[in-house]
């Protein structure tokens, strides 16, 4: 069976609820598939002790400030999921779920979503599927060597899962940091950073990154040098626990080996460090295999856009994927104003087909 709609958003995490809050608005007849079981997108599996870089005041959707979570500065993940499940409800936006896209492919002036529970056809898509869903494994030598257990960010929980071990924790940004502290005091822990980690002010936090991620997208769009942003000021924010973890000691980097082996790793030097458990905290790519049939990837895999839109489908939006499709866009405070403009262009085209 085939459906229609005007607009077809693709996720259902705060990126895709983002979208449909400015469909809505607008008059736009859409639909959000998403592959999810539940509402709340990537926040509902990632790591027991995860907590929002800030206050929920500054971490809310269009529309909708998130409420405070008692006894929590920053609010944690579950509250995080309840927010977004409260804001699916309150504005009634038509999600499906668990439905997932397999491909989106031309079908003359519409667009045509093929995914395991039928066909859609649009005249506009947003994809708004994060990062999440494709982890990040740089090519280290020895990997297949190893004979303990090695698995990315997205697979942590709980430092009880690791109790009394050896454990190193690749990665120098804030999910690196985050479990590191989270595992500092329970295991024998390495923390293996690239460069050495530049913690931010203890006072700067999320409202600071997101000021400097716009004004640095505002200095680009002006075609000034003087950007700035965010790497300008640091890496990892030290929300409590890493501070505490730091001032007391426990967060000392140590540079990136240059091999795994059976039982370990092997620094350039030639220095040995006995490992049971690798932790891969190295990042994420965009999750956009659904797109691959439209051919939108240049010669060295990057899509190029103007805004939010495609440049070679204008019909195609990119919502959520970080500064590359707006200022702080992978973040609740920042999706917002990427998503009015996304939303906004499909209307127009939708009045000029009309």
Not at 171 to 183: K, P, R, T, Y
Request: net charge neutral; aromatic share 8%; glycine share 12%.
């Amino acid at each position: 069976m085939t459906h229609t709609a005007q607009a077809v958003v693709i996720g259902g995490g705060q990126a895709g609820l983002a979208a449909g809050y400015h469909l809505r608005r607008l008059g736009v007849d859409f639909v959000i598939l998403d592959a999810q079981a539940e509402a709340g997108g990537a926040w509902q599996h990632t790591w027991d002790s995860l907590h929002l870089f800030s206050p929920a005041a500054y971490s809310s959707l269009p529309g909708r400030p998130m409420p405070i979570q008692v006894g929590e500065t920053y609010p944690d993940a579950g509250h995080v999921v309840g927010y977004l499940t409260e804001y699916e409800r309150r504005y009634e936006l038509p999600v499906h779920r668990p439905v997932r896209v397999d491909g989106v492919h031309r079908e003359g002036e519409f667009l045509r979503v093929e995914t395991n529970s039928g066909a859609w056809r649009a005249r506009a898509v947003i994809s708004a599927t994060g990062t999440w869903w494709r982890p990040f494994l740089p090519a280290v030598p020895g990997q297949s060597d190893f004979r303990g257990h090695q698995l990315h960010t997205v697979e942590y929980r709980s430092p009880s899962d690791f109790a009394g071990q050896r454990v190193i924790i690749v990665g120098g940004g804030n999910s690196g940091a985050q479990i590191a502290a989270d595992l500092a005091y329970d295991t024998e822990l390495t923390w293996v950073t690239q460069r050495p980690p530049r913690f931010l002010a203890d006072d700067i936090d999320g409202r600071a990154l997101f000021d400097a991620a716009t004004a640095r997208r505002r200095a680009l769009d002006e075609r000034r040098t003087d950007t700035g942003g965010v790497a300008s000021l640091g890496d990892i924010v030290a929300v409590p626990p890493v501070r505490e973890a730091r001032d007391a000691g426990l967060l000392k980097a140590s540079p990136m080996f240059v091999r795994l082996e059976a039982d370990g790793v092997v620094w350039a030097d030639g220095t040995r460090a006995h490992a049971d458990t690798v932790i891969w905290c190295t990042g994420f790519r965009p999750a956009l295999a659904h797109l691959a049939p439209l051919g939108l990837r240049g010669r060295r895999g990057h899509i190029a856009t103007e805004g939010t839109r495609a440049v070679d489908e204008p019909r195609i939006h990119f919502l959520g994927y970080g500064d590359w499709t707006g200022p702080a866009s992978a973040t609740l405070i920042g999706v917002g104003r990427p998503a009015r403009d996304a939303a906004r262009d499909i209307a127009e085209l939708l009045t000029n087909d009309r």
